[in-house]
């Protein structure tokens, strides 16, 4: 079944609006606050005025990708240069994020979508199925991602949330603290150098909670202990007290603090004005530019396999 209207979960206590296209998640509002604790345009059908990539999945391979060249075997192939021609960034303008996904399963509390990319699209090999399932469970969210491939291919598939837990102009007010004490840094082009750093002594050290700062570089990956189930990741907190808790099965974790959002006069639903740090991308993944650092984990798919992540948004109120 294929539709663009937006589909609202809802457990009693949380509610949250997918879009079709992008498979984005455009809303999540808490039993007794008035606000939506995402962005979102007013009119959700009015993506280009939202946030770059806001609420969606993005992929088939997520972050950026190193002159958008991906080496399989003794195969060469080439995504699309998105970013100052230097990078490929979220595959692309044609990525998952543009994609009208399919709705397979619809309940009051629960969504799965589908997309297929053909063997070539996005520059990359294989015919692609991808699910995602979201469901609403008392104050928790979760997102179930899926893929196969019937030719090797890279996937990394990641959601693209940006959160505003407490109403305010901008997320400097919001503590965050992540469970990762090693981060990946980065060049002039915002692509990993290869080294694997602690996170002490560094502007990226939220191993203890603290203000979301004002700072163009949170931009970064951050490295997640290997345990395969979903942990926590990540806990963010608001002026006011809301407070979101993330766990994953992904062993990366990008920050990134919203430095770069465009400016938009119009106002979003229940949040401020947007503008730069009015919220905060909080996105599990493998890490970036894998296929050219082999040290990183791997993000090569192969047919017969399935790609798997699953991520908790676990919210309390205030």
């Given at each position: 079944?294929?539709?663009?209207d937006?589909?609202?979960l ?5 509610m ?12 999540v509002?808490?039993d007794?606050?008035p ?5 979102e ?9 939202t946030?770059?990539?806001a ?14 060249r991906?080496?399989?075997?003794d195969?060469?192939?080439?995504m699309?240069?998105n970013e ?11 990525g ?16 799965t979508l ?44 990641a ?6 837990l407490?109403?305010?102009?901008d ?23 290869g ?48 407070t979101?808790?993330?766990?994953t ?33 909080l ?36």
């Amino acid at each position: 079944m294929t539709s663009t209207d937006p589909i609202l979960l809802s457990s009693g206590a949380l509610m949250a609006t997918i879009l079709p296209l992008g498979a984005a998640l455009t809303a999540v509002r808490l039993d007794g606050l008035p606000r939506n604790l995402v962005l979102e345009v007013s009119d959700p059908q009015s993506r280009a005025a939202t946030p770059d990539y806001a609420g969606a999945l993005v992929g088939p391979v997520a972050n950026r990708v190193r002159a958008g060249r991906v080496v399989i075997g003794d195969e060469t192939f080439q995504m699309p240069l998105n970013e100052n021609g230097v990078t490929c960034l979220h595959s692309g303008s044609e990525g998952l994020h543009a994609q009208v996904w399919q709705v397979r399963m619809r309940g009051p509390d629960k969504v799965t979508l589908q997309c297929r990319l053909a063997d070539g699209a996005i520059g990359l090999p294989g015919n692609r199925e991808i699910t995602a399932t979201y469901t609403v469970e008392g104050t928790t969210l979760s997102l179930h991602i899926t893929a196969t491939t019937d030719r090797p291919t890279p996937m990394n598939i990641a959601a693209h949330p940006y959160w505003n837990l407490d109403g305010r102009l901008d997320v400097t007010g919001h503590q965050l603290t992540l469970a990762a004490d090693r981060y990946l840094p980065i060049d002039a082009a915002t692509l990993p150098t290869g080294e694997i750093a602690p996170v002490s002594g560094t502007p990226f050290d939220f191993t203890t909670a603290r203000p979301v700062p004002r700072d163009p570089r949170l931009d970064v990956n951050y490295c997640l202990d290997e345990d395969t189930g979903p942990r926590l990741a990540a806990t963010l907190k608001g002026a006011d007290g809301t407070t979101l808790h993330l766990s994953t099965t992904a062993p990366g974790l990008q920050v990134y603090g919203g430095a770069h959002l465009p400016r938009a006069d119009a106002a979003l639903p229940d949040n401020p004005v947007l503008g730069p740090y009015a919220g905060i991308a909080l996105e599990p993944q493998l890490w970036p530019d894998a296929l050219f650092h082999r040290h990183f984990p791997a993000i090569l798919l192969s047919p017969g396999h399935v790609w798997e992540q699953r991520t908790l948004y676990r919210l309390t109120a205030p």
